[in-house]
């Protein structure tokens, strides 16, 4: 097996969640995602698929009305962009990889900001690139950015810069000014740009969806963005996402995903077809729902003593510190086997993020998350 495979480490959160096998009795809040179902219009969408036969290999880059229908509601979020520049995928993970081997292979520099989602750097190490982590700050329990020191790392070495905002887990997000002068360092270094933006919608700011780099780029910037269904529409299950990118890229993309998965199921695409018609009605309530669940958990947590949390803004996860818990497996593992708490360590997240928890706070019922803020009292015994 190749030493970069080898190397890679297992799931700290499958860890614990392993830890918690076959007890019913734990309320588990470790992986990121609601457990309210896909909508029913979706899934209906999907099973008249089916029925009608829609079984066959499909289009590499997603079916066409499936390419306008994503072009036109990222238009309506964002700068308008064509159909031409639309790639679906089968996930957002798969968007991510198959960004990440058009764009970098063995010996190139991939700038990651961390902590992240642990599948993120994992993608260009399997690919052979050189994966620099650049480290967000803390400052009053929120995390934050030092770009001047980011700036200074990506230079015209960097071959990718590979950032998640609004962030799983920390919940910070890149603000306008960032993301211009980010670009516009990236422009001077001929550095790609890969944004993971799957949470764009889960956004409790002002607007429709948190500020993204398709609101100042121009079509043929060295930009890649990643999106996902999985969130918005609740299709974790569905694996299916898209990318949108310059469109002298489209003929690599599609080359990579025939070898990859040739082409996304197309029952979920009509599924996806029917999420986006209805996105407009979709999406605000469920982030109504998330606000509500946020707002449930974040003043409990923070009332509890030696727990220190920032309000998240977007995505979501609530990411918290415990004074005197530093270590965040062993924690977690414990407040699984005393208190019957679920949550996922810190340090799945890289070690930047040593001492942390990231609690998923997306839930049909808010009661639960109360239920669980007083299983960690009792964990922390207060
Ligand atoms: C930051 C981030 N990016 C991408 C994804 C991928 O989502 P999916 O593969 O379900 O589309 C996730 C899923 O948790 C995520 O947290």
Known sequence: MRAAIENLPASRIREVANAGIGRADVLAFWFGESDEPTPAFVRDAAAESLRQGETFYSHNLGLPELRAAIAAYAS???????????????????????????????????????????????????????VKRF???????????????????????????????PNNPTGWTLTRPEQQAILEHCRRTGTWIVADEVYERIWFGDGPAAPSFADIAEPDDRLVIAHSFSKSFLMTGWRLGWLAVPESLIPAIGK?????????????????????????????????????????????????????????????????????????????????AEAGLGLAPGSAFGDEAEGWLRWCFASRDPARLVQGVERLARGLGL
Not at 103 to 124: F, T
Not at 136 to 164: E, F, I, M, P, S
Not at 287 to 298: F, G, P
């Open 76 to 130: 309506g979020l964002h700068r308008s962009i064509a159909a031409e520049r639309i790639a679906v995928t089968s996930s957002g993970v798969n968007a991510l990889m198959i960004a990440m081997q058009a764009l970098a292979g063995a010996g190139d520099e991939v700038v990651v900001v961390v902590p992240v989602w642990p599948n993120l750097p994992a993608q260009p190490a399997i690919l052979g690139a050189a």
């Open 135 to 165: 480290a967000l700050g803390v400052q009053g329990g929120a995390w934050t950015l030092d770009l001047d020191a980011l700036l200074a790392t990506v230079t015209r070495r960097t071959r990718v810069l590979l950032v998640n905002a």
């Open 256 to 336: 990579l995903i025939e070898f990859n998965t040739s082409c996304a199921p197309v029952f979920v695409q009509r599924g996806a077809l029917a999420a986006l018609a209805q996105a407009d009605e979709f999406v605000p309530g469920l982030v109504e729902r998330l606000r509500l669940c946020r707002d449930t958990l974040l003043p409990r947590l923070a009332g509890l003593p030696g727990v220190s949390v920032a309000v998240p803004q977007g995505g979501l996860y609530a990411f918290l510190r415990v004074a005197g818990e530093d270590d965040s497996l062993v924690f977690a593992k414990r407040l699984v």
